[in-house]
């Protein structure tokens, strides 16, 4: 147990008390602040509060009704020109950013112009819509006529009124254990892919050959795992306080809609969690021993996006689980290792998935884990002491005639 | 001669690499492939007469009007489609029973707030084929009186005829006639100038990413030192950015010439008045090779630090960063690509060969930005290919020092 102390606490070691380790645990959310940050600055840039102007020749908006006072506020402001001259000027002169020219015969032919250098913003044109169609209904009570005019908005529910969300986007609380999902295979590429190539230069630095002396292959691989689980959880922990940090900042700070007052579910984060673990420890287990039985580390670098392209499979499968969160396809990819942390991510913002089924997954997780651990313990055996020489599955599995390859 | 001798390897050596004849070769012809399979089954008389006479398929829903609003159902929703219920249970029921594909509920408090509840066994947010047009066309219908005509009126306000004065004046007519997202009707005009940006930056990164993983490939084993012993440095160097980039540029032909048959080939619905900025072939050519030259000489530069092929990606984030910082912009700038922003990164040597070339295909770049900026990247390929010169020396390609940035800032002072 101490060997694997040892052997532990080196990983750690070798992976956290370094300078470059900072640089790990900062990668993910800047990679994230690059995606969103750009983004945040464009839309401010691009933002157009200007008023959008209108000239009526046909007389429909002669004397207009203002919005209704709750939702002036949210609304871009709307000038009247006489003509096409003054509101031409008006655009000229930057005071309005687009202005619209109903024709003499709207109320026949809808016929309506749109006058701009840039398109205007989504606001004004909703603005304009929004208070032609309440003016088109002046002869409505102001309630019904502005409820027609308004845009409906739907929350969509599943019928055992288990989820429910806006049908323009899911709140932030439904796409935590996605997140949490995505961060998992993050850190299960990155911690897995250096467990194989610290494995590869051990062998290819010899250091391999002290160790086989002084310590059993079983408590080696334990404790390389254990030392990986750590390191890959201390990264994950980091990132959950940025995260949160970041969904205050957003919702408190800056008043981001989505990011306010989010509703966690924690029983799918959990989930997420439950069957994340193991397939952890198997992914780093085949890596270990694909690190075992491959010559160099170059060969290894092909293994890393493979694994990725495994995890992303459910991204691919998206639409298909989204339509059917029950069907074969979504349980069988919940079940699955490595598939499984994805999917149940995304089945866990539509439906409650089954608890037979986390639980299910969790035992198969576990039980590819332990072959898995079981297999590189053989791979590690077979391949530690022998330097340029790839090691066959059949010599592995210890299949009579299989033979090395040089 | 030797340089000529490098160039020759480094060509052939790419050109028989399949990774390499995938990416470059593979994808263009076997996407052109399936654009030709899908217009011959779409072009197919059966498929035609398919498409002309099958009726659109319409699934039945419910509805529980808690608001007491809906007194009638508008005319054109066919009889049968959307079934009132009095209460949610019994359209719960007919939901598991499968009578009804999904039902809305219609809150006591709609006209105050708005809501509308859509029970449907699918979440998921990324569908288009739900109806609920159905029930928005209900509500309108029933809100305005049961006036047909009214309630057409509300839901499509105006014939708009948009007048793009800054096209008027640029000699241009119609939102469609230039690349940009000013065309609503038709998504890959609108969405142009951001797709000729991305494929950039695929050609440039992967491009240049060759350059810093032969030169480590030649370090880690040891070809390196052979090579150092019979050519200059600087020769290799120019010879490996010959020869990769002449693959790189095939690679790039190859794409363009299957996007172009593939615009043949698919036949789109192409606005009448489209056409693609007449500079745009040639500025993105000049681009794409002052580009190409910059990062491939900075990653082969750098390259001659790195001491194995593990080591690369980490060393190629100091080269790609910046490019990747005007990558990003860009494609969050699609609405507005000539913004101040936009303009400012355009102009700047790192992020030109992108951000530049994303302009150009809008048209609407005045004719000196481009000439200016061509200029700037010029002086910083100079500038680039000095830098490498510097790191590309024998006593670097030798060392098998670890990477870092330490180690680059004390080549660059050396």
């Known amino acids: ?406 | 001669m030797k340089m000529l001798l490098v160039l020759k390897y480094e060509l052939i050596t790419l050109l028989r690499k399949p990774g390499y004849l995938i990416l470059a070769f593979g994808f263009p012809i076997v996407s052109l492939l399936v654009l030709a399979g899908i217009n011959l089954a779409r072009s197919g008389p059966q498929a035609q007469d398919l498409a002309d006479n099958e009726p659109q398929q319409l699934e039945v829903e419910g509805f529980v009007d808690r608001a007491g609003l809906i007194g009638e159902l508008p005319v054109e929703i066919p009889e049968g489609t959307l079934i009132e219920f009095p209460i949610e249970e019994q359209a719960r029921e007919a939901l598991s029973e499968e009578r009804i594909t999904a039902y809305y509920v219609v809150p006591s408090d709609y006209l105050a707030s708005g809501e509308l509840i859509y029970v449907h066994p699918s979440l998921n947010p990324l569908a288009t084929d739900r109806q609920d047009w159905i029930m928005r066309r209900t509500l309108l219908f029933n809100l305005v009186g049961a006036d047909a005509e009214l309630a057409d009126w509300i839901s499509d306000p105006v014939a708009l005829e948009e007048i793009d004065l800054s096209a008027l004046e640029a000699g241009l007519d119609g939102d469609c006639a230039r690349p940009g997202m000013d065309c609503e009707a038709n998504p890959w005009i609108g969405r142009m100038p951001m797709l000729v940006m991305v494929f950039f930056f695929i050609v440039l990164t992967n491009g240049s990413a060759l350059l810093i993983r032969s030169v480590s490939g030649e370090k880690q084993n040891r070809l390196i030192e052979i090579l150092a012993s019979s050519i200059d440095p600087l020769q290799l160097m120019a010879g490996k950015i010959l020869g990769l980039g002449i693959g790189t540029l095939l690679g790039f032909a190859a794409w363009v010439a299957a996007a172009v048959a593939a615009l043949r080939v698919s036949q789109p619905n192409l606005p009448v008045e489209f056409e693609v900025p007449g500079l745009l072939l040639p500025w993105a050519i000049v681009f794409f090779l002052l580009g190409f030259t910059l990062y491939a000489s900075l990653m082969a530069g750098i390259g001659a630090l790195v001491p194995n092929v593990k080591e690369t990606t980490k060393a190629s984030w100091i080269v790609m960063g910046p490019m990747l910082v005007g990558y990003m912009i860009g494609l969050f700038s699609i609405e507005r690509p000539n913004g101040a922003l936009m303009t400012a990164l355009s102009l700047f040597p790192v992020t030109s060969p992108l951000n530049m070339v994303q302009r150009l295909t809008t048209g609407q770049v005045p004719g000196w930005q481009p000439v200016l900026a061509a200029a700037l990247l010029g002086a910083a390929v100079f500038l680039a290919m000095k830098i490498a010169a510097r790191l590309f020396r024998a006593h670097h390609l030798l060392s098998g020092q670890p990477f870092s940035p330490k180690i680059l800032i004390g080549a660059l002072r050396d």
């Open chain 1, 1 to 406: 147990m101490n060997k694997v102390r040892l052997v532990a606490f080196e990983e750690i070691r070798r992976a956290v008390f370094r300078k470059s380790f900072i640089f790990v645990l900062l990668s993910m959310p800047l990679f994230i602040a690059m995606l969103v940050v750009p983004g945040i600055i464009m839309e401010s840039l691009s933002r157009n509060d200007l008023p959008i102007g209108y000239v009526d020749l046909s007389g429909v908006l002669e004397a207009p009704r203002p919005f209704p006072i709750e939702e002036s506020d949210h609304q871009i402001e709307i000038l009247a020109f006489p003509s096409r001259v003054e509101a031409s000027a008006a655009l000229e002169g930057g005071g309005i950013q687009a202005y619209y020219v109903l024709q003499a015969d709207y109320a026949e032919s809808r016929g309506a112009e749109l006058v701009f250098h840039e398109q205007p913003s989504s606001e004004a044109t909703r603005s304009f819509y929004d208070f032609l169609q309440l003016n088109l209904l002046d002869h409505l009570p102001e309630e019904v006529a502005w409820r027609a005019a308004d845009r409906i908005r739907i929350t969509i529910r599943n019928p055992d009124g288990t989820r429910l969300f806006p049908a323009s986007a899911p709140p932030l609380g439904s796409v935590l254990p996605i997140i949490l999902g995505l961060a998992v295979g993050g850190l299960l590429i990155t911690g897995a892919g250096s467990l194989m190539s610290g494995l590869v230069d051990e062998k290819s630095n010899r250091t391999i050959e002290v160790l086989t002396t002084s310590i059993s292959s079983s408590r080696m691989i334990t404790g390389k795992l254990l030392g990986i689980v750590t390191v890959s959880l201390i990264q994950l922990a980091f990132w959950i306080l940025i995260g949160i940090a970041a969904i205050w900042l957003a919702g408190s700070i800056f008043g981001v809609e989505w990011f306010k007052d989010p509703i966690i579910d924690w029983a799918s984060l959990i989930a997420v969690l439950a069957v994340a673990l193991p397939s952890f420890v198997f992914a780093s287990a085949v890596m270990f021993a694909l690190g075992a039985t491959i010559v160099d580390a170059q060969e290894g670098q092909a293994i890393g996006p493979m694994l990725f392209m495994v995890l992303i499979i459910p991204i691919y499968a998206l639409l298909a689980i989204a339509n059917d969160p029950h069907g074969g396809l979504a349980i069988s990819l919940s079940l699955l290792p490595l598939t499984s942390i994805l999917t149940i991510g995304i089945r866990s913002m539509l439906t409650v998935v089954p608890t037979w089924q986390i639980l299910a997954s969790m035992f198969i997780q576990i039980a590819c884990a332990l072959v898995a651990i079981w297999l590189a313990g053989k791979a590690y055996r077979l391949g530690m002491l022998r330097y340029g020489q790839r090691l066959r599955l059949g010599e592995i599995l210890g299949r009579r005639g299989a033979k090395a390859r040089t």
